[in-house]
């Protein structure tokens, strides 16, 4: 059984307590690894590391810290097929998806970020009367960095890079749920050569991640995680003035206009609805349709969904996995059957899967399921389910297509479907969503910020705006 370890002061190390975790693959409902049970004694022991690593660390060259990010990320391609392998297993998702999109979107973090630490700059304000001002950006010493289980290497990549890029020293958690892909980076990142203490790994329950957020001397908290999780650490740094991004969940339409390119708009509303098993927190999970497309639409999308092959993740056919854990694979069967106490008809899908692979017989597999006939304001159209089920919703107009998506607590993602450009424009700009897609879903560009409004969180990330995080401005007047 593989035996995970944390990274702190540069070595690999059981936690102090040396209790352990069990890790369970959830294609085969077994354990299969165990890792460090950490708690507050380890987070005291890697923030002393990390505290004594950030006075070289904060001096070091951005040239040079650059170079050891390209490096890790060289590493992470040098095996790429074996952290591909390790992300499907421990989360469930296809070993094609882990192959094409997990694995090379952490390297690019990682690249990205590098190049972000060389071209970040900052401002400087002239003043008619014989001053200038500038700004400096200055790294802010310990940061924590915590991640959540569906998208594991690259939303912990996403957090470590413009960390470390921006001067920090970090306390990383992955989730106790997926940790192992988070523990093979810290074995790379000491080959890499990263200064021991510059980036240290704790792996743990929620625990960890409470004395991360409460440690004094932690100046700022990264966080992706459910919105409940959000509130708690909200609660906890705002005594302390933490910085904080907290980058939470979503209740994301996608809205699909009957004047849209039908064949582009069912495709890519399939994608954005099952992608990940519906574990991503952009995927779209209530699909608005115009009225007179309804019919035609509802058809094609569950013929579409209906195809969708759930299986075993490692056959290269296998478009969806299984879900992460027993106890999320238990949530999301209670949404369907609250979907079903309320009314919804469930037009395909809501029951648990058959799959073929003998080894996959104990694994939590869901067949996709599509739901109508709900109104939006129930529990079903506001609270996220995070998993492979979406809700057909039609309506009239643009206004009521308006109404109902910014009608729920959330607000990070919407995808919408139109040739009327400017139409899209338009319900654009009033859309209360951190993210709009108009004719596609999770077209990334890194330079762009990244986050929700309302109850979807709190800051952004991406580009300069997380260099801009990472660091404290510091306003210099010199007059002469
Ligand atoms: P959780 O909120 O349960 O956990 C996220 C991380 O926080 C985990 O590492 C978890 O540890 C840790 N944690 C749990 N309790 C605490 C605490 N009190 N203090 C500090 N850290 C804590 O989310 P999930 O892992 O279940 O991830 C799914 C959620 O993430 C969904 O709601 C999804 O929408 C959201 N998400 C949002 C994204 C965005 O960008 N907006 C992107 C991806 C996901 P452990 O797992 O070990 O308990």
Redesign the pocket.
């Known amino acids: 059984m593989q035996k995970l370890a944390n990274l702190v002061g540069g070595s690999l190390q059981p936690s102090l307590s040396a209790h352990e975790l069990e890790v369970w693959e959830p294609a085969v409902g077994q354990v299969y690894a165990s890792a460090p049970q950490s708690d507050a004694a380890d987070v005291e022991a890697a923030v002393a590391t990390a505290q004594t690593a950030f006075t070289t660390w904060r001096e070091t060259p951005s040239s040079e810290r650059a170079r050891l990010l390209h490096r890790l990320a060289d590493l992470i391609e040098r095996d790429l097929e074996a952290f591909a392998a390790a992300e499907s297993r421990d989360t469930g998702k296809p070993l094609s998806l882990a192959r094409s999109l997990d694995i090379p979107r952490s390297i690019a973090n990682l690249r990205f970020f590098a190049a972000a630490a060389t071209q970040f700059a900052s401002e400087s304000h002239a003043m008619e009367d014989g001053a200038v001002n500038y700004t400096l950006r200055q790294p802010h010493g310990v940061v924590g960095c915590?991640?959540?289980?569906?998208?594991p290497l690259y939303?912990f990549t996403w957090k470590i890079a413009p960390a470390l890029a921006a001067g920090n020293c970090v306390v990383a958690?992955?989730?106790?749920?997926t940790p192992v892909t988070a523990a093979m980076l810290a074995e790379r990142s000491i080959e890499a050569g990263f200064p021991a203490g510059v980036l240290n790994i704790l792996h743990?329950?929620?625990?960890?991640?409470?004395a991360?957020?409460a440690h004094p001397q932690i100046r700022a908290i990264s966080?992706?995680?459910?919105?409940?999780?959000?509130r708690?650490?909200a609660l906890?740094a705002a005594p302390l003035f933490k910085k904080l991004t907290l980058?939470?969940?979503?209740k994301n339409p996608s809205i699909v206009f009957a004047d849209c390119d039908f064949e582009a708009a069912v495709t890519g509303v399939v994608r954005s609805a099952f992608a990940n098993q519906g574990?991503?927190?952009?995927c779209s999970s209530r699909v608005l349709v115009e009225r007179s497309l309804y019919p035609r639409f509802r058809e094609a999308f569950v013929e579409r969904v209906r195809a969708l092959r759930v299986g075993d993740p490692l056959e290269p056919d296998t478009d969806q996995g299984a879900l992460v854990s027993a106890a999320?694979y238990g949530k999301v069967m209670g949404a369907v059957a609250t979907a079903r106490k309320e009314g919804g008809k469930i037009l395909c899908g809501g029951e648990p899967a058959q799959v073929h692979a003998a080894r996959c017989a104990k694994g939590w597999f869901l067949q996709p399921t599509v739901i109508e006939g709900l109104a939006a304001s129930c529990e079903t159209n506001q609270e996220?389910i995070?998993g492979p089920v979406a809700t057909l919703l039609p309506f009239e107009d643009e206004a009521e297509a308006l109404a109902i998506a910014n009608g729920t607590a959330f607000g990070?993602a919407t995808s919408l479907w139109s040739r009327d450009v400017q139409r899209c424009h338009r319900m654009a700009a009033q859309l209360e969503s951190g993210l709009v897609w108009i004719n596609t879903w999770l077209l990334r560009d890194l330079r762009t910020p990244?986050?929700?409004t309302k109850h979807?969180?709190l800051g952004r990330e991406g580009g300069f705006e997380a260099m801009k995080f990472f660091t404290e401005p510091k306003n210099v007047c010199l007059k002469y």
Not at 247 to 250: D, P, Y
Not at 279 to 282: A, G, N, P, T
């Open positions: 915590i991640s959540p289980w569906n998208l939303l958690k992955p989730s106790e749920v743990g329950g929620g625990a960890v991640g409470g991360i957020v966080f992706t995680g459910g919105t409940t999780t959000g708690h650490i906890a980058e939470l969940g979503g574990e991503i927190c952009l999320h996220e995070f990070l990244m986050g929700g979807s969180g």
